[in-house]
């Protein structure tokens, strides 16, 4: 960590960048000294109000009350489409690339209106109001922003599930959110793949008797059964929409989406975001870090199906006025070059991407990368789990021919939008560290008691204040959202990552310190894992624990003990995997399942994860301490049995 490569500040643009390094302390500094003043002088200059807010900040960590902006009325879909239309009405806001390299889409801000309106308009028609929850499970089309766009205009509430989920995964989040209604597409299609949506949303449907409208986008004129009372062809209702609807005034407070995202216990929370204080966050970071400046083209290659897709892809990005991409495919198909093909098609400016990939990329060779010109290239962003240096190097060198910046930005959905990264213009870069705090952004570091420890230091990462883009509730269960993020250490919000912090005041994260798994970037509970094992009949018990894994970052190490007498063999382990895939999707699949007779248990019956780690990472010399486990003899048969 101390003795790691700094890369100084240098031009990396013709623009002058936003924030230079006297900037960015000048304005930190009064972020955190006068929070009234500065996120004041901030909502003004970054969101159009109808009306302005009483207060800005009324927070209360002991109790997880979290409100910005209270009073203050607005719009989102407003704020990202219709207040550009006077100067950018031809400007494009969307570029769409399809799977296929021979397919995109160009859509102009006013299409853009045009699009979300009829889209609003459908939704009213089928009774949609202000408040009312839902569902959307869409391939990487535009249609997917529409959706989004279109809720917000009419004020309802949307919750977009990613459609590598599976039907019962879907069902679930259906049911906990209470949507009635869900807009879909006939099928996606991912690197020449077929993705069912529309059957896998019937086969969901059938648990979820409260929805009354199905709206079915056809992209793929895919083969699908129809439920005439239930489904609507939206190519046709769109037809006979009109390209105008008035927007819905909101309160700051009013709730813009619910993201469904796991934690350390079985069932995935439903995080609640607000409207005024996310979008100034959202909008802000993506001005800043991105360094973003009008006419850039801006690609963010995440799903829609996540925080990133939302903040990064959507949100953000349209509330500046931006062109953003939307990537309908995979980095690897046709070619390993595919993300490389579309920068120099596109002339992308600014490109954010996930570890996993760049890894996956790298271990195909730099012949695919330069192969590429990559010269509109200004900045390359990383995101979702740690960097590790090669990878960085690799990126910083072969993609950006050391002239790009890398912006390493550490966020959750929780927090809505980036909390620490470097800003590029001000921040010198150490390959692998997220570096310093965005403005208002109070990390600390706090020992395993508790204490906030200074300077140099390792331990659990909190925030000491609230930040405009924080999350506000799990919806329909506030006490859990108090209890799973401000309970353990009495007034601070609890990230659940780990993190050094070094001389210079750089943040260097060590990943998540309880039972969440960050598998390619996409994160699980452990517990959900062995809930979905548990459900197969030969199974007594299951303990699923994270290896790290070259180019996931983790991989997902399953112990499964089956009931007297059943031998493991491949025909069980394929049930298992399948029951994975039902139950949550293929992300889910473990990358390796040993047969175990007994787990590792303290004498009162809890499974003791730490040993299980150690003989998943196989690093079974550093054990430690079997003596508190009810039998100690349990260990060396796991060990002679582990799988590398
Ligand atoms: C991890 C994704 C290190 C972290 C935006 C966090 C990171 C979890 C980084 C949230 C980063 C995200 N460096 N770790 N730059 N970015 N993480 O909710 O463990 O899908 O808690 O949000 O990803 O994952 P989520």
């Not at 929805?211 to 609507?232: G, M, N, P, Q, Y």
């Not at 216990?265 to 991105?290: E, N, Q, R």
């Amino acid at each position: 960590m101390s003795d790691s490569k700094t890369y100084p500040i240098k031009q990396f643009s013709t623009h002058t960048p936003h924030i230079d390094e006297e900037k960015y302390l000048r304005m930190y500094q009064q972020s955190v000294q006068e929070p009234e003043k500065f996120w004041s002088r901030m909502a003004h200059e970054f969101i159009d109000w109808f009306e302005p807010w009483k207060t800005v900040k009324n927070v209360d960590y002991k109790t997880a009350s979290i409100k910005w902006f209270e009073g203050g009325k607005l719009n989102v879909s407003y704020n990202c489409i219709d207040r550009h239309l006077k100067d950018k009405a031809d400007h494009t806001a969307i570029i769409w690339e399809g799977d296929e390299p021979d397919q995109q889409r160009y859509i102009s801000y006013q299409e853009l209106h045009d699009e979300v309106c009829k889209m609003a308009n459908a939704l009213k028609s089928r009774g949609v109001k202000k408040g009312d929850r839902v569902c959307i499970y869409m391939p990487m089309i535009p249609e997917v922003g529409f959706a989004m766009l279109a809720c917000a205009r009419i004020g309802a509430i949307h919750s977009v599930v990613f459609g590598g989920f599976s039907p019962e995964a879907l069902k679930s989040r259906i049911l906990d959110s209470d949507c009635r209604v869900v807009i879909t597409a006939d099928a996606g299609v991912r690197g020449g793949k077929t993705v069912p949506l529309k059957a896998n949303t019937d086969k969901a449907l059938q648990h979820c008797p409260d929805v009354h409208s199905v709206f079915v986008v056809k992209h793929r004129l895919a083969d699908i059964d129809w439920h005439a009372e239930r489904d609507i062809d939206y190519n046709e209702l769109k037809k006979e929409m009109e390209s105008e609807c008035p927007v819905e005034t909101m309160d700051a407070e009013d709730p813009l989406f619910i993201l469904y995202t796991s934690g350390s216990t079985g069932k995935p929370k439903g995080v609640l975001h607000t409207s005024g204080g996310y979008l100034l966050h959202v909008a802000m970071t993506h001005k800043y870090i991105f360094d973003y400046h009008d006419g850039d083209i801006y690609w963010c290659t995440a799903d829609a199906g996540w925080i990133t897709g939302h903040s990064y892809i959507f949100y953000g990005p349209l509330a500046n006025g931006a062109t953003t991409l939307v990537f309908e495919g995979v980095p690897s198909y046709p070619t390993p070059s595919r993300f490389w093909q579309v920068v120099d098609k596109h002339k992308v400016n600014i490109f954010y991407t996930a570890p996993t990939a760049i890894r996956a990329l790298m271990a195909v060779g730099d012949d695919a990368v330069k192969s590429t010109s990559r010269k509109s290239l200004r900045l390359l962003g990383s995101v979702g789990e740690p960097i590790n240096v090669e990878a960085w190097e690799w990126y910083y060198k072969v993609v950006g021919d050391e002239r790009c910046p890398i912006v390493d930005t550490w966020w959750q959905t929780e927090t809505g939008g980036i909390l620490i990264s470097p800003l590029p213009g001000a921040t010198p870069l150490k390959p692998g560290s997220a570096t310093r705090p965005f403005f208002g952004v109070q990390p600390a570091i706090l020992d395993q008691d508790g204490n906030e420890l200074d300077g140099k230091a390792s331990g659990y990462l909190v925030m000491k204040d609230s930040w405009p883009g924080q999350m506000r509730s799990v919806y329909g269960d506030h006490d859990r959202f108090f209890q799973t993020y401000f309970s353990q250490y009495s007034g601070y919000y609890f990230t659940g990552d780990g993190a050094n912090r070094d001389e210079d005041g750089y943040y260097w994260i060590t990943g998540r310190v309880d039972d969440v798994l960050n598998v390619s970037g996409h994160r699980m509970g452990t517990a959900e894992v062995e809930n979905a094992l548990d459900l197969h009949p030969l199974v007594a018990e299951s303990a699923v624990v994270g290896y790290p894994h070259d180019i996931k970052g983790q991989g997902i190490y399953a112990f499964v003990i089956f009931k007297n007498g059943v031998e493991f063999n491949d025909e069980i382990k394929q049930q298992l995997i399948d029951i994975i895939t039902e139950e949550i999707g293929p992300i889910a699949k473990p990358d390796k399942i040993q047969w175990a007779p007994d787990l590792p248990k303290t004498r009162s019956g809890k499974i003791m994860r730490r040993i299980l780690r150690k003989i998943a990472e196989n690093q079974v010399d550093s054990i430690g301490d079997t003596s508190t486990l009810a039998d100690p003899s349990v260990v060396q048969h796991l060990i002679d049995n582990r799988l590398h």
